[in-house]
């Protein structure tokens, strides 16, 4: 999974990044910096230590999120042009799986406007809007002069229409085969949107404020609250040291396991398991996902040549204690390619190709 954190110059996207991976990227760049910050973090999972612990394997290995931090735009539109957003931004935010809109909710001394965050979501939005209606006016203008693109045009259109009546995309009902039918366009106003409210320390604990949640409630979107500033220094700190600073913040969790909380609840993710002598391993794979297309998150290979899937629910297996004996008690099944993969399913794919 790619996340984009994405926002606004100032609105501290790099402090968060930086809390996020454990990473010390420079901060306080501005829109003055060219490269994007790359980090990954792994996805802590009690069941793939259970199982390690029960087979010992060669290697450990959990789900991860990547993340790309670029330098936005100023917001006083300084840095806009009249098709959207910088194009090295847009190529960035494309490639991602989903999109965290950072948003300042702080004073910052080196910026002219004050903290709005209302206005900020609102002309970011907006921003990822204008980018896909200029695109879609383009690829229409293109259409016009060919020839068996009458079903295309039509999901354009209805596309066309949203966007100019400022209406994201991702609000758009839309046919799963409609949607892969314009995948390659990646368009970002239809790519998954989290909101990530950045505040000073004295609101680190603080539910955020009842006008943004009106906000986000209103646009259908999912929003978090952190305090950027205070959290990365405690990201820096050993787990003792950072609870004991959690706690006189008074907050509950460290900010990266609320964020992964969140961002797999914005892709609708689970998790599901494989375990063995050389690996134990978590998979992540959108809910819904059949044991067929979950092979292929593995290998191509095992995708093609899919025989059947061994499942058994990974607390049976630990219970248990082997797969032997979760074969005796009924426990392991036999699934086909159709079968509904769940979070905790610990899968051995047959496969022959």
């Known amino acids: 999974m790619k996340v984009g954190l994405v926002g ?18 420079e901060v306080g760049g501005y829109g003055g910096r060219e490269k994007a910050n790359v980090g990954v973090i792994k996805v802590p999972d ?33 840095e806009r042009t009249e098709s959207g957003l910088d194009p090295k931004l847009v190529q960035h935010m494309r490639e991602a799986d989903a999109l965290v809109h950072v948003v300042r909710a702080f004073d910052n001394p080196m910026l002219l406007q004050a903290a709005d965050p209302l206005r900020d979501i609102r002309a970011f939005d907006d921003e990822l809007m204008l980018t896909d209606l200029v695109q879609i006016e383009n690829r229409i203008a293109r259409l016009k002069k060919e020839k068996d693109s009458t079903r295309e045009r039509e999901l354009l259109d209805r596309f066309k229409a949203a966007l100019e009546q400022e209406r994201p995309l991702r609000d758009v009902e839309a046919a799963s085969e409609e949607l892969v039918q314009v995948a390659g366009f990646r368009f970002l106003s239809l ?14 604990s603080s539910d955020p404020p009842r006008d943004v949640a009106d906000l986000a409630e209103a646009k259908h979107l999912s929003l978090i609250t952190m305090s950027g500033r205070a959290e990365m220094d405690i990201a820096q700190l050993n787990d003792d040291e950072q609870r004991e600073f959690l706690q006189d913040l008074g907050i509950k969790e460290p900010a990266r396991d609320r964020f992964i909380r969140a961002a797999y609840k914005l892709l609708d993710l689970i998790s599901f398991l494989t375990s063995g ?27 093609r040549g899919f025989i059947r899937a061994e499942v058994v629910r990974v607390e049976d297996l630990l219970e248990l204690g082997s797969e032997a004996r979760c074969r005796e008690q009924g426990k392991l099944r036999l699934e086909g390619k159709d079968y509904i993969v769940h979070d905790g399913d610990v899968i051995h794919f047959r496969f022959n190709v």
């Open 8 to 25: 606004f110059a100032g609105s501290g996207k790099t402090t968060i990044f930086n809390t996020l991976t454990g990473l010390a990227a």
């Open 46 to 78: 009690d069941r793939v230590d259970g199982l390690a612990r029960l087979f010992n394997p060669k290697k450990k290995t959990y789900a991860e999120i990547s993340f790309v931090d670029v330098a936005g735009p100023q917001s006083d539109q300084a």
């Open 191 to 204: 790519k998954p949107l989290l909101l990530l409210l950045n505040v000073g320390e004295p609101e680190a």
């Open 277 to 303: 002598e050389d690996e134990c391993r978590a998979w992540s794979i959108r809910r819904g996902t059949t044991a067929h297309r979950a092979a292929g998150v593995i290998h191509s290979d095992i995708e």
